[in-house]
């Protein structure tokens, strides 16, 4: 099946060799054409050109683009999109002065999602996850990295990378699956945290390796979570399994997670809101995506990661959403987009190659998106009419999307 897309205002991120991340100042340009047209054979990108060279081709379906643009779909490369339940009673907490640290130190946070989502059962957590994946494919994400980490026990744990198994059956879009065993320490363990990291590297690891169940390992990072220690200690044994990290760390405070991370060749470390000097010296002339997630900023009202700083000395960036039910429940790319040039002084250019290529890298999927190149995945977005690109971020808020394709198809 071959479809045509002509009179296209602009084609955005075109590239035509496949380039696997980009860094510092490479990150200001985004290739276009002006009056493009794009044709997709099958699930593929197959050909492009300015509408002035158009050659003859017999396509069997003939869209109109004018005025409109097309962008490679957004790669999302940290969600926590499988969850139950919300925590709306702890937002409204926090607007009533409590911290994000008071709740969860109250019991609230990942452990109160951690009951919720023990209590309910794996159908039930499926419907609900699809429901929100469905959502933000909608809202152009084209490629997607899902947690698990609101188990905190074997069986929640594993019941948690079912439901994503299922969703990557079920779904056209790539999802990767990272296992996130250690992302709270669950209340029985309070006071023996070790016996908890005994229990994910020796119980539940090597039940997710033998059932196929995630290609990634996380850790949260962070004082009142897990130590570097305990990083060193879950990354070399998760490697025996063949499991790359991407981590969260720097979040709250800078206590060397990204040492640890770069140490072990993580894929990609993630938050970063708090940055010392040798943690953006770190990172250079390695192979660790750096990615921040701005509506996590946003919503707990903490410091935006320093994009400037760091593409400012040559580093890359990848963007992504977080999508949780406790710091960012929100899936909109768009928004993230829009908040990167907001608040954290990207350009337009920035941003969309953060938020589409250089996602890609950090779910290790280049070869296929995150670019309008010949034979990758047609997996992109036809906005409605805008006046340019630039029009994406600056009407934060609008919904500029008229349309999402994966694999060449529309979405309905
Ligand atoms: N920081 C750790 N994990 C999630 C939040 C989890 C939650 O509050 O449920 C995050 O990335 O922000
Ligand atoms: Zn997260």
Same mark, same amino acid.
């Given at each position: 099946m071959k479809q045509?897309?002509?009179?296209?205002?602009?084609?955005?991120?075109?590239?035509?060799? /496949?380039?696997?991340?980009?860094? !510092?100042?490479?990150?200001?340009?985004?290739?276009?054409?002006?009056?493009?047209?794009?044709?997709? *054979?099958?699930? /593929?990108?197959?050909?492009?050109g300015e509408m002035d060279s158009l050659p003859e081709i017999n396509a069997d379906k003939t869209i109109d683009a004018e005025g409109k643009i097309i962008l490679p779909s957004w790669c999302d490369s940290h969600t926590h999109i499988v969850y139950a339940g919300n925590r709306e009673l702890e937002f409204a907490d926090r607007i009533n002065g409590l911290s994000y640290e008071e709740i969860a130190n109250r019991g609230g946070g990942i452990l109160n999602s951690?009951?919720?989502?023990?209590?309910?059962?794996?159908?039930? =957590? &499926?419907?609900?996850?699809?429901k929100r994946l469905e959502e933000v494919m909608k809202l152009g994400t084209g490629a997607v990295e899902i947690k698990s980490g609101y188990g905190l026990t074997e069986e929640g744990e594993l019941k948690m990378l079912r439901v994503i198994k299922k969703l990557q059956k079920n779904y056209e879009l790539p999802i990767k699956a990272t296992f996130l065993g250690a992302h709270a320490i669950p209340k029985e363990y309070k006071e023996k945290p070790d016996a908890y990291m005994d229990l994910v590297i020796e119980k539940i690891l090597p039940k997710v390796a033998e059932e196929n169940l995630a290609e990634y390992i996380d850790i949260f990072c962070e004082k009142g979570y897990f130590s570097v220690a305990?990083?060193?200690?879950?990354?070399?044994?998760a490697k025996k399994f063949g499991l790359k990290p991407k981590i969260h760390v720097n979040q709250f405070n800078a206590i060397g !997670?990204?040492?640890?991370?770069? +140490?072990?060749?993580?894929?990609? =470390?993630?938050?970063?809101? =708090?940055?010392?000097? *040798?943690?953006? +010296?770190?990172?250079?002339?390695?192979?660790t995506m750096p990615v921040a997630l701005p509506s996590c900023s946003l919503f707990l009202s903490i410091p935006y990661t320093p994009a400037r700083? #760091?593409?400012?000395? !040559?580093?890359?960036?990848?963007?992504?959403?977080?999508?949780?039910?406790g710091s960012t429940p929100s899936g909109n790319m768009n928004l993230?987009?829009?908040? %990167?040039?907001? /608040? #954290?002084?990207?350009?337009?250019?920035?941003?969309?190659?953060?938020?589409?290529?250089?996602?890609? &890298? %950090?779910?290790?999927?280049? +070869?296929?998106?995150?670019?309008?190149?010949?034979?990758?995945?047609?997996?992109?977005?036809?906005?409605?009419?805008?006046?340019? &690109?630039?029009?994406?971020?600056?009407?934060?808020?609008?919904?500029?999307i008229e349309s999402v394709f994966i694999n060449g198809k529309m979405i309905e």
């Open positions: 045509l897309f002509i009179n296209i205002k602009e084609l955005l991120q075109v590239r035509e060799n /496949k380039v696997d991340k980009l860094s !510092g100042t490479e990150m200001k340009e985004l290739p276009t054409i002006k009056n493009a047209w794009l044709l997709i *054979e099958d699930d /593929k990108i197959a050909d492009y951690a009951k919720t989502l023990q209590e309910t059962s794996e159908e039930e =957590v &499926y419907q609900q996850s699809a305990d990083t060193h200690k879950l990354l070399s044994a !997670g990204i040492q640890a991370g770069i +140490e072990h060749d993580a894929l990609s =470390v993630d938050h970063l809101e =708090v940055m010392r000097p *040798e943690d953006i +010296e770190s990172l250079k002339g390695t192979s700083e #760091m593409l400012d000395s !040559g580093l890359p960036l990848a963007l992504a959403t977080d999508f949780n039910p993230v987009v829009s908040l %990167a040039c907001i /608040k #954290m002084k990207m350009t337009p250019e920035e941003a969309i190659n953060a938020a589409t290529i250089n996602g890609a &890298y %950090a779910m290790e999927l280049s +070869e296929t998106h995150g670019s309008i190149t010949k034979g990758k995945k047609a997996n992109f977005i036809l906005t409605k009419e805008i006046p340019s &690109y630039t029009f994406l971020p600056y009407a934060f808020g609008t919904n500029s």
